[in-house]
């Protein structure tokens, strides 16, 4: 059954392109039920800082071959203090996306066991993704500071 | 002497079995009586024309001795045959003794109790001058084997060794039995044998019998359950020195009793009987066969199994051809596989012993912690795989010379082909053992192991310089059989088609090492540690948990080539035999069907068909 | 006296031969990656980069090692392919190929190839065994054709020294005019295309997929002596090849012409591996690698089954 | 020969027979396959590509480094053999190029390793490349390409440097500063 | 050398069986021990019968005033004394178990007196009527023995081997009715003597008759569909008396039989046959089976054909080779029976126990030096020399199986936990076990009477 028909309120962006905002705790739920209805491609898990709302919106994207749609399930959760759940056991491959989304904005995945330290090794400072991050200042404080190594 | 020194072997193994608390003493003991047989040796080194200073020899032994057992009479008496072999059971029995002294823990006394009752078997096996007692030390030896497997207490090491080992001993028996048909004795010396079928069955039966000792396919099937099931010093004693019991009966039977006329009477082929040819190619295949397993093994001791399996298979092709050559060929590479695969044995034991692991896959870099017994067990390997820098190469030199010299076409590629297989199981204990990750942090073995292994090592040194010593001791047995020994100087062995001087491959190959020391050295180097290693950049301590030692499925590609075919197949077969046995066994068991009414008809089923029968006759 | 004069006479003999063996061997260095490169249609390294490139890595100022094992691999591939080279008969020279035979020489071969496999592994390095694995694999791998025809051969002269069958080949009565061993000679140059490990049998030392393989650890003065044995192992392999099938190079004796004989001998021997090797680099130059299962399938099925061929036309030979 | 000479023929034949080992992190990889192949055939300058650092002389740095991958370069680094070289490709090498603002790419590759030779250009053409290695063989020759003694000699300098990109950690740069500046 | 009236060896042992309630009543645990000094002295007197038939041959005497061939005779030649002395020595070293067990029934000590007695008085007998009327005896108190366990099994076992035993005795009857009606005597001279007299209808139909009432005690197949269950349900004590006592005396009436009694030339081959045939089924049957304790009993029946077969290849080798196997086979499987414990697990990792059963399961096989080893041999040289290529590979294809149902039943008995059995019964089955050794390393103890024994039972005596 296409997503359409699933979700008769789902916003069609234009042709096998579909949008449905939803609830955090209505994902788990909506993806399980694409998942059992064709959309069997976890295609990726993608985050975007709304600083001015204090939001973060979690955006998971699905594919199905059969019917070449592609869905987005759009869910916003709180900037501070944030977290979702993991849906690890629907699709394996989530677990890496939420891993490098923890590192990098500092969610919080429930029932993620693995998110450690990803990417970066060692990273003492906010995460560098969110949009408060001041990377120019950082290099300028950091690499620029770094001595060149003197000759006698 | 002879029997005394029987009585003092059976009475040192009720002292060992009482000593059971005391392994130390125990071990003493047994190590003390295990010299009766080498100063047995000693004393008779005159019949190999060797003149040893008096102390070597404190003790007289007589060379013959009949004693009259009531159902029949024990005849011993030594040949030169029996000194060779008794030369190589004698050396290695009491390094293997002395080696166990550190490595028994649980239950010594039995263990040491066990081992000497195969050396007393194996003793009187060497001796016998007659078919009863041959019979009788072979099956003292072979149950006492038994009774070591037991020690173990594997299912298959002990249903498979026992069932090939009653098989052995009723072929034996079979064969003896048809021999006593048609001579109407026992006795070896009295035996003259025609040439007819029932001679022809006889001998192959026998020759089949001990073949199961020798572990050649397919009737080695019990040989890795058995090896990688028992304790090492034990193991190292019966792949080195019991297993070539088998071809020493071998020699016996095929030259010594029915001689190389009567086996030619058969049928040749290229001057070669067909009875030997056969065994030769049953060798080849075995050596072949043999290898092929052994590279696919993972314990340690299956791998050392199987290539024993394969390296006795070399006997027995040079016991098959023949020829002079030939013979002096199995001879020596009987005498090498005694002192190398002991050493493995043992080393596998040593480095068991200190790390407690028997899977190749879970060592690793022991060679820089027991740097000496890694030595003892390179150079064993060196042996094993005929590297010409120890003696091992002599032995294989002389039986491909002879394979070729008889034109053996087939024989010899086989032959050739298993001897690079043997490269491959010999890297596979090497790097899986000995190179790679340090992975345990042990000290060397004790020094009473490494005492045991380097001593092993010793002949392997000394055959290398002088293989004509071999040939010198292989002339009188050839010359029993009425052959010619092969020409021969201490370092040189010639064939009719080609030479090989030791001296001048060990001279030619320390100048080559000492220029390439020289060059070698010219420019000085830093050591450092394993982790120090190239591994596309990720430095390994980020890995604890990533294993850096390859040597799990070290040969898998060659596993999937040769997996299919031969693992497990002469195990199938046997298998196949076995169930049969079963579904047999089922079948009578039905007839008891438990209900006392059948009974009852079979009873006048009985008596009906008795009656019957009368009537119709 | 005389005699130590004589044995002095030998010895500088030998060592003149082993050194013109390195020297030659460095040159198919250079040769090699010439041939290739103009076959690539570039213009390639000069002749001479083989002794560049092994000074250089004796001239490097440190080395590293991972202890007494690791360094036995250089100790042990130097001196045992030097000892290959010197039981071989050489362009005319008997060496000391009058005191062993094939047998001899095919496992003094694997000396170099087993200390090398020891350093290799003492160094640790997952990627050295898997090399060495395959290394093992394909010996494994090419021997069986080359001991079917080296057996036929050895069964058809009679004689299993190497010397002999080089002088009984002598006058032009080369092996590979028989037709049976022309046929001999393609399965062998097929085997030593593997012993080269030239593609597309160069699955051991792999160095996009294992990192070189068995020579992952080692640089400098290591990596040297290896480049020696690597070198000298062309001459002694190609020359195994020249005396097996193509009379060692000798077309003129001795007794006959003196010293012009001893240098036309050497000039054909130098032409005659020159073009054995030559043959072997236009393979490995069109060719890609074999995975080590296609390798032991290639040998073991279609080698191995023309081998087989000879050895039934010698045993029919035989027989009869 | 005195010493000095036979540095000098030393020095003469090393620098025909450049094996190199290329670190492919960034776009310089790409530009790697002309100069090896028949178009410019880097090959007859004696220059061959090596697999291993063991074995090589001289480490290729093709482009941008993060802190993650400059960890294996400095392991890869000190696990070449003495003499050994270094060459910088593109401009990221030199001052961190388009990502100069980067939080996680280094922007000068010369404190943490010493760097021979850089080509610039984002990326460096082949000729380019050829070039660089003419000129460090020239320099090989003039004993003018001692990136590695360097390294020997300022080792704690560049050790600091790295532990300090490592760190990730501003006040211990801070730190560092006032000890200078003392 | 004192001379030992032989009939004391049957009579003393009924007698005190008799005293023994008496003896219950004054206490009970003295009869235990008043049994067993019974038995030695039983044991004893054996002894000194052996000694004096070594010594002097063949020992008659005749009972209650009446001469030959009516009255009854006693006859023991050298195999009778040879068994007489095993069954009463063994018996003794078996019940030194029922030391170790708490419970003490004067009726198991009566009956264990009878069994003995009994089967003694079948090996020495020179009687027909007088050995059923033994063997009447023994059957009966065998089904006691058997069911002495109280449970389920062993009244199982009981009553099959009642049913099947009174088949047999029904047989022997008849045989010993048709003999008797043609010569009107019993005595086995007479018979041997006269029995050419007799049709040769009638002659082989006794000999059917008595085989098959015999083969019953003597475990031979068809015969023997009680042994297992019997085995099984009896005690271990009992199954090994069995194995020593009854079952000897069965195969000793069947040499008489063969030998002395009937020697017809197809009463050989029918014994050949049934041995070939028992061994067969015996060993087969033996290696599917699960439970320990039947699986010794269809080995027993293997040992029973095998012996058979040397018993019917008439001939002195063989003979000799038969006694050696009948001495193994009674020490070696008394020795086993008594060691065995359900599904043997645990047994075996006793050294005490363990080595001794290795011992006694290495003489069934027929290693050497033990008695199983010179009776096959003597057996294989036997038929060797007749060149009886057939029965020798059946021998051997079923020694094979044998060894392979006795690895798995050593394996079993080394797993599992340590065991202990009472020190009673680890003291008779070193006992057992030595005397095995003493055997085997000193044949010529056994040889010598052995060839007497061959020699009298060839030349028609006892």
Redesign the interface.
């Known amino acids: 059954m296409m997503a359409k028909e699933l979700f008769p309120d789902a916003q069609e962006i234009r042709k096998g392109r579909i949008r449905i905002e939803v609830e955090p705790e209505k994902v788990g739920e909506i993806v399980k039920k694409l998942k059992d209805n064709g959309y069997d491609h976890f295609v990726m898990l993608s985050c975007i800082d709304w600083i001015n709302d204090g939001q973060f919106e979690l955006v998971y994207h699905m594919w199905s071959y059969e019917y070449r749609e592609h869905v987005m399930i759009s869910t916003r959760i709180p900037r501070d203090g944030g977290s979702m759940v993991t849906l690890r056991d629907l699709f394996p491959q989530i677990e890496t996306y939420e891993r490098e989304i923890h590192e990098m904005f500092g969610v919080d995945f429930i029932g993620n066991p693995r998110l450690g330290e990803f990417i970066l090794e060692g990273w003492p400072h906010m995460p560098p993704m969110r949009k408060d991050f001041d990377t120019e200042k950082f290099v300028k404080d950091f690499y620029y500071k770094i001595p060149e190594v003197k000759e006698e | 002497m002879i029997l005394e020194a029987f009585g003092v072997m059976l009475l040192a193994v009720i002292v060992v079995l009482a000593l059971d608390r005391y392994p130390r003493i125990a071990a003493a003991v047994a190590i003390i009586a295990s010299l009766l047989p080498l100063f047995a040796l000693t004393s008779w080194a005159g019949i190999m024309g060797i003149s040893l200073p008096s102390f070597l020899a404190p003790l007289e032994f007589e060379s013959s001795l009949v004693y009259n057992l009531g159902p029949g009479t024990l005849n011993l008496a030594i040949t030169p045959l029996g000194w060779f072999f008794l030369l190589l059971l004698a050396t290695s029995f009491p390094l293997a003794l002395l080696f166990a002294s550190s490595f028994v823990r649980n239950r010594a006394g039995g263990f040491y109790a066990g081992m000497l009752l195969t050396m007393l078997g194996s003793f009187g096996v060497l001796l016998a001058r007659d078919a009863l007692t041959f019979f009788l030390f072979w099956e003292i030896m072979s149950w006492s084997i038994l009774a070591m497997v037991l020690r173990g207490g594997d299912r298959r090491a002990i249903v498979s060794y026992l069932s090939f080992g009653s098989l052995s001993a009723m072929l034996l028996l079979f064969g003896f039995m048809m021999l006593y048909f048609k001579t109407g004795t026992f006795l070896f010396g009295d035996m003259h044998l025609d040439t007819s079928l029932t001679t022809l069955v006889a001998l192959s039966m026998i020759v089949a019998g001990l073949a199961v000792k020798g572990a050649l396919m397919p009737l080695h099937v019990w040989a890795p359950h058995v090896y990688s099931r028992s304790e090492e010093p034990f193991v190292a004693f019966l792949s080195g020195g019991l297993s070539k019991l088998g071809y020493f009966g071998m020699l016996l039977f095929m030259y010594g009793i029915a001689g190389l006329s009567l086996l030619s009477s058969w049928g040749t082929f290229r001057d070669v009987s067909y009875f030997g040819y056969a065994l030769a190619v049953i060798g080849a295949f075995t050596a072949f066969a043999g290898t092929v397993l052994a590279v696919m093994q993972d314990d340690l001791r299956k791998l050392l199994a199987y290539s024993s399996v394969g390296q006795l298979g070399y006997i027995a092709i040079g016991i098959g051809i023949g020829t002079p050559l030939a013979l002096t060929g199995a001879l020596f590479q009987a005498l090498n596989h005694t002192f190398f695969k002991a050493v493995l044995f043992l080393a596998a034991g040593a480095v068991y012993y200190r790390t407690g692991k028997w899977k190749i896959s879970e060592l690793g870099g022991l060679g820089y912690r027991m740097p000496f017994t890694f030595l003892a067990a390179l150079f064993a390997i060196f042996a094993l795989a005929a590297i010409p820098i120890t003696s091992g190469f002599a032995a294989k030199w002389l039986l491909y010379e002879a394979a070729i010299e008889k034109k053996f076409l087939f024989v010899t590629p086989i032959m050739l082909i298993a001897g690079v297989g043997a490269f491959l199981y010999a890297y596979k204990i090497l790097y899986g053992v000995f190179l790679g990750e340090p992975r345990y942090d042990v000290k060397e073995a004790p020094i009473s192991q490494l005492v045991a292994m380097w001593l092993l090592v010793l002949p392997l040194v000394i055959f290398l310089i002088f293989p004509g010593w071999v040939a010198d001791l292989a002339a009188p047995i050839l010359s029993e059989y009425g052959m010619q020994p092969i020409p021969h100087t201490p370092y040189v062995i010639t064939t009719n088609l080609a030479a090989y001087n030791t001296l001048a491959v060990i001279f030619a190959l320390m100048g080559a090492l000492l220029v390439s020391l020289i060059l070698y050295k010219w420019k000085p180097q830093e050591v450092v540690p394993h982790e120090d290693n190239y591994l596309a950049g990720e430095p390994p301590e980020l890995y604890e948990y990533i294993s850096m030692h390859a040597a799990s499925n070290y040969y898998e590609p060659f596993e999937d080539v040769f997996g299919p075919v031969f693992r497990r197949g002469a195990e199938r077969a046997w298998e196949i035999i076995l169930a049969a046995a079963e579904f047999l066994g089922n079948g009578a068991r039905r007839l008891y069907t438990g209900l006392t009414q059948d009974y009852s008809i079979y009873i006048l089923l009985f008596f009906l068909i008795l009656v019957g029968w009368w009537l119709l006759w | 006296m005389v005699d130590l004069i004589a044995l002095g006479e030998q010895i500088l003999l030998l060592a003149g031969m082993v050194t013109l063996g390195f020297a030659i061997g460095m040159f198919f260095n250079g040769f090699a990656r010439k041939v290739t490169a103009r076959i690539h249609n570039r213009i390639g390294p000069p002749i001479y980069q083989g002794y560049i490139d092994v000074f250089k890595l004796f001239a490097k100022k440190t080395n590293i090692s991972h202890g007494w094992i690791f360094d036995l691999a250089a100790l042990f591939s130097v001196a045992g392919i030097t000892l290959a080279f010197l039981f071989l008969p050489v362009a005319g020279f008997t060496l000391l190929s009058t005191e062993g035979d094939i047998f001899l020489i095919l496992y003094l071969l694997a000396i170099p190839a087993l200390g090398f496999a020891l350093g290799a592994g003492a160094s640790g390095n997952p990627n050295a065994a898997v090399g060495i694995m395959r290394a093992l694999i394909l010996m494994l791998a090419y021997e069986l054709p080359l001991v079917m025809v080296v057996v036929a051969m050895m069964i058809h002269y009679n004689t299993t020294s190497l010397a002999t069958l080089v002088q009984m080949q002598s006058g032009m009565h080369w092996a590979i005019f028989v037709p049976v061993f022309f046929i001999g000679a393609i399965i062998v140059d097929m085997a030593l295309q593997g012993m080269l490990m030239e593609k597309p049998f160069d699955i051991a030392i792999a160095p996009h997929e294992i990192a070189s393989g068995p020579m992952v650890e080692f640089g400098g003065k290591h990596l040297g002596a290896l480049m020696l044995y690597k070198m000298m192992a062309i001459v002694v392999e190609t020359t195994l090849f020249v005396d097996l099938f193509l009379g060692g190079g000798v077309v003129l004796s001795v007794s006959q012409y003196g010293w012009i004989a001893y240098v036309v001998n050497f000039l054909v021997w130098f032409a005659l591996i020159t073009l054995v090797f030559f043959l072997a680099l236009l393979i490995n130059a069109v060719f890609p690698r074999f995975r080590i299962e296609q390798a032991l399938k290639f040998y073991w099925k279609y080698d191995a089954l023309a081998a087989l061929l000879i050895l039934i036309w010698v045993f029919a030979g035989v027989s009869i | 020969m005195r010493n000095d000479d036979w540095k000098k023929v030393s020095r003469l034949v090393s620098k025909k027979s450049l094996w190199m080992v290329h670190f492919c992190t960034g776009c310089g990889a790409m530009e790697m396959p002309p100069v090896m192949t028949s178009r410019y055939d880097m090959e007859r300058f004696g220059i061959a590509p090596m697999a291993t650092p063991r074995q090589a002389d001289v480490l290729l740095i093709t482009g941008y480094l993060s802190i993650k991958t400059l960890k294996r370069v400095v392991q890869v680094y000190e696990q070449m053999r003495d003499p050994k070289y270094v060459i910088g490709f593109g401009s990221c090498t030199i001052n961190g190029g388009m990502y100069w603002d980067s939080y996680n790419t280094i922007k000068d590759l010369s404190k943490y390793i010493p760097v021979d030779l850089y080509i610039a250009g984002c990326m460096p053409r082949p000729e380019a490349i050829m070039d660089a290695f003419l000129k460090l063989m020239e320099m090989i020759e003039k004993g003018e390409a001692i990136g590695w003694k360097k390294y020997h000699k300022y080792y704690d300098q560049y050790k600091r440097n790295q532990r300090m990109a490592f760190s990730y950690r501003l006040d211990e740069v801070q730190d560092i500063k006032e000890d200078d500046a003392k | 050398m004192v001379s030992v009236p032989p009939v004391l060896l049957i009579a003393l042992p009924l007698l005190f069986a008799f005293f023994a309630p008496l003896v219950n009543m004054w206490s009970r645990k003295a009869v235990k021990v008043y049994t067993l000094l019974v038995l030695i002295l039983n044991a004893t007197l054996s002894y000194l019968l052996f000694a004096n038939v070594m010594q002097n041959g063949v020992v008659y005497e005749q009972l209650s005033g009446f001469y030959p061939p009516i009255g009854i005779l006693l006859a023991v030649g050298p195999i009778g004394a040879i068994l007489a002395l095993l069954i009463n020595t063994l018996s003794t070293i078996v019940y030194l178990t029922y030391f170790g067990e708490a419970e003490n029934s004067v009726k198991f000590s009566m009956l264990y007196m009878l069994v003995t007695a009994s089967s003694t008085g079948i090996v020495i007998t020179g009687d027909l009527f007088n050995m059923f009327v033994f063997f009447e005896i023994t059957a009966v108190g065998s089904y006691g023995l058997v069911a002495s366990m109280r449970t389920k099994e062993s009244f199982e076992g009981a009553?099959?081997y009642i049913?099947?035993g009174s088949?047999?005795s029904a047989?022997i009857l008849l045989g010993i009715a048709t003999i008797y009606g043609y010569l009107k005597t019993l005595n086995f001279y007479d018979i041997a003597l006269r029995i050419d007299t007799m049709p040769p209808t009638a002659r082989?139909?006794s000999f059917?008759f008595l085989i098959?009432g015999i083969g019953?005690e003597a475990e031979i197949f068809?015969?023997n569909?009680?042994v297992?269950?019997a085995y099984q349900g009896a005690s271990n004590r009992v199954a090994s008396f069995f194995s020593l006592g009854p079952s000897k005396a069965g195969i000793y009436a069947i040499a008489r039989l063969i030998f002395t009694l009937l020697p017809i030339l197809?009463g050989w081959q029918?014994a050949l046959l049934l041995g070939v045939f028992t061994l067969?089924?015996g060993e087969?049957?033996?290696?599917?089976?699960e439970d320990p304790k039947r699986m010794l009993a269809y080995s027993s029946i293997g040992q029973m054909g095998l012996i058979l077969i040397a018993l019917s290849l008439h001939s002195e080798t063989a003979l000799?080779a038969a006694i050696?196997l009948m001495v193994g086979h009674a020490l070696a499987k008394s020795l086993l029976f008594l060691g065995v414990r359900d599904y043997a697990r645990g047994t075996?990792r006793n050294?005490l126990i363990?080595a001794p059963m290795?011992i006694g399961i290495?003489s069934i096989?027929?290693?050497?030096?033990f008695p199983g080893?010179?009776g096959?041999?003597?057996l294989?040289?036997d038929?060797?020399?007749q060149?009886a290529?057939l029965i020798?590979?059946v021998i051997?294809?079923t020694?094979?199986?044998?060894?392979?149902y006795?690895?798995?039943f050593?394996?079993r008995g080394?797993?599992g936990e340590k065991r202990k059995l009472s020190r009673s019964e680890t003291a008779a089955i070193i006992i057992l076990a030595s005397l095995l050794i003493l055997v085997g390393i000193?044949?010529?103890?056994?040889?010598?009477p052995a060839v007497r024994a061959a020699a009298s039972l060839l030349g028609g005596g006892p």
Do not use: C
Not at chain 5, 365 to 369: K, Y
Not at chain 5, 399 to 404: K, Y
């Open positions: 009553f099959k049913v099947l088949i047999g047989f082989l139909m059917i098959i019953v068809p015969l569909g009680w297992p269950d197809s029918l067969i089924i087969l049957a033996a290696l599917m089976q000799i050696f075996l050294p363990a290795f290495l096989i027929g290693m050497p030096p080893f010179w096959k041999w003597y294989m040289k038929l060797a020399s060149g290529w020798m590979l051997i294809l020694a094979i199986v044998e060894s392979v006795y690895a798995r050593l394996h080394t797993g000193f044949p010529n103890y056994l040889y010598d």
